[in-house]
T-cell receptor, first 114, second 111 residues
């Protein structure tokens, strides 16, 4: 069975450019999460969707970050404009429902902003 | 607020050695507790969990017991293998969907 699929796996871009990260959750999962992982701050929850609706975006760093989930099988995280401090690994995860049982993580998108 | 404190790494062991990774938590309610593992180049995956005091989670030879009196959830394995080399994350949830992760402990097992 396919797990959570993220793309791209690696992205190198220059400061000021727009970055779009993509995620396909596991079919049938109703909850989707975007996390950011850095050495300094560890794993941080950026945004949580349930049934395609954003429920909690309190972790989104600032207006440069936006996330959408137009349907149950696709989500994007966009950074515009990107800055060097955005360099991190971004993980998408999905689960069957809002009550935490098991989160299934993708392999992550490693972003480097020069 | 909720938080998780993990033993700092890195931890380096020989094969067949005993592994313990300490985890303590602070929470306002009665959280569920988890251990996730991240193998090199991969996303996190759930290793084990416990949802109430005195529960023991176990998987792949790893165990952890939810100790409310000491607010701890230490991870143990009696005999590690090279394939156990990974980063281990302790986490808690008492708000449904929201997980609070520890900083992670890097474990390296040498043959």
């Amino acid at each position: 069975d396919a797990g959570v699929i993220q793309s791209p796996r690696h992205e190198v871009t220059e400061m000021g450019q727009e970055v779009t990260l993509r995620c396909k959750p596991i079919s049938g999962h109703n909850s989707l999460f975007w996390y950011r992982q850095t050495m300094m701050r560890g794993l941080e929850l950026l945004i949580y969707f349930n049934n395609n609706v954003p429920i909690d975006d309190s972790g989104m760093p600032e207006d440069r970050f936006s996330a959408k989930m137009p349907n149950a099988s696709f989500s994007t995280l966009k950074i515009q404009p990107s800055e060097p401090r955005d360099s991190a690994v971004y993980f998408c995860a999905s689960s069957l429902g809002p009550e935490i049982g098991e989160l299934f993580f993708g392999e992550g998108s490693r972003l480097t902003v020069l | 607020g909720n938080s998780v404190t993990q033993m700092e790494g890195p931890v380096t062991l020989s094969e067949e050695a005993f592994l313990t990774i300490n985890c303590t938590y602070t929470a306002t309610g009665y959280p569920s507790l988890f251990w996730y593992v991240q193998y090199p180049g991969e996303g996190l995956q759930l290793l084990l969990k416990a949802t109430k005091a005195d529960d023991k989670g176990s998987n792949k030879g790893f165990e952890a017991t939810y100790r409310k009196e000491t607010t701890s959830f230490h991870l143990e394995k009696g005999s590690v293998q090279v394939s156990d080399s990974a980063v281990y994350f302790c986490a808690l949830s008492d708000q449904g969907y929201k997980l609070s992760f520890g900083a992670g402990t890097t474990v390296t097992v040498r043959a």
